[in-house]
C-alpha cells in the first residue's frame, strides 16, 4: 500500500506528479518464458537461474515447466514450492538438491522423478515429512538380472508394487530371507 499524506493547517497546496511504481523481478519466481530448461535463466523472472540461497516457486498456469536434466550443472535451491497443477520433472540423470523443504501442492503429478536404461534422475532434500511424487524406476528385462529393491517413504509398501515375476523380501524380525512371491 501507498499513501500521501499532507496536514494542512495554512492553505498551502502540496501537488506530486510523475511517480513510477515498478514491482521488482522475484528471485526464484519460474515463468518458463523461453523453455522448460531449468538452467536457462530467461525462464526465470529475474533472469538468474537460482543457487542453494534461493527460494523457488514454481507457479500453475505456465506453458513450459522446469525440467532438470543431465546438464553438467547441479540444479539446486533453497526451498521449493510446486503449486497446485504444476510440475518438476527430474528426468534421466539430472541432479537436483533442495537445502531447505519442498511444499508439493500438485501431488503426485507434480513432482516426476525417471530412469531408464542409462541413468536415474536424482533429488536429495531436506523436508521432514513427506513429499509427494511419481518415481519411475527402470528395471532391465534381462531373466538373469536380479535387483534389490526398497520402497523410499513408509507409506508405500513393497507389498504395493506391481510386478509380473517373482517377488521375495527380507523379514527382519524372522530373519527370513525369501518370504512369499508375487
Known amino acids: 500500500y501507498i499513501a500521501f499524506v499532507m496536514t494542512n493547517d495554512d492553505g498551502d497546496d502540496w501537488h506530486v506528479d510523475d511517480i513510477l511504481l515498478e514491482r521488482l523481478p522475484t528471485p526464484g519466481y519460474w515463468t518458463g518464458n523461453t523453455s522448460s530448461d531449468w538452467q536457462t535463466s530467461s ?41 497446485s497443477n504444476a510440475v518438476l520433472i527430474i ?20 513432482l516426476i522423478i525417471n530412469s531408464d536404461a542409462t541413468g536415474t534422475g536424482s533429488l536429495i532434500h531436506n523436508t521432514t515429512t513427506g513429499v509427494d511424487a511419481t518415481v519411475n524406476r527402470f528395471f532391465s528385462a534381462s531373466p538373469e538380472s536380479w535387483h534389490n529393491l526398497s520402497s523410499p517413504i513408509i507409506s508405500s509398501p513393497v507389498s504395493d508394487l506391481p510386478t509380473t515375476n517373482n517377488l521375495y523380501w527380507y523379514d527382519e524380525s524372522t530373519d527370513d530371507y525369501w518370504t512369499g512371491t508375487s
Open 43 to 83: 525462464n526465470w523472472e529475474d533472469n538468474n537461474v537460482p543457487t542453494s540461497a534461493t527460494d523457488v516457486r514454481l507457479p500453475n498456469g505456465c506453458t513450459n515447466y522446469p525440467i532438470v536434466d543431465d546438464e553438467p550443472t547441479l540444479a539446486d535451491c533453497n526451498n521449493l514450492t510446486i503449486e
Open 91 to 110: 528426468d534421466v540423470n539430472g541432479d537436483m538438491t533442495v537445502s531447505g523443504e519442498i511444499t508439493n501442492n500438485a501431488g503426485t503429478s507434480g
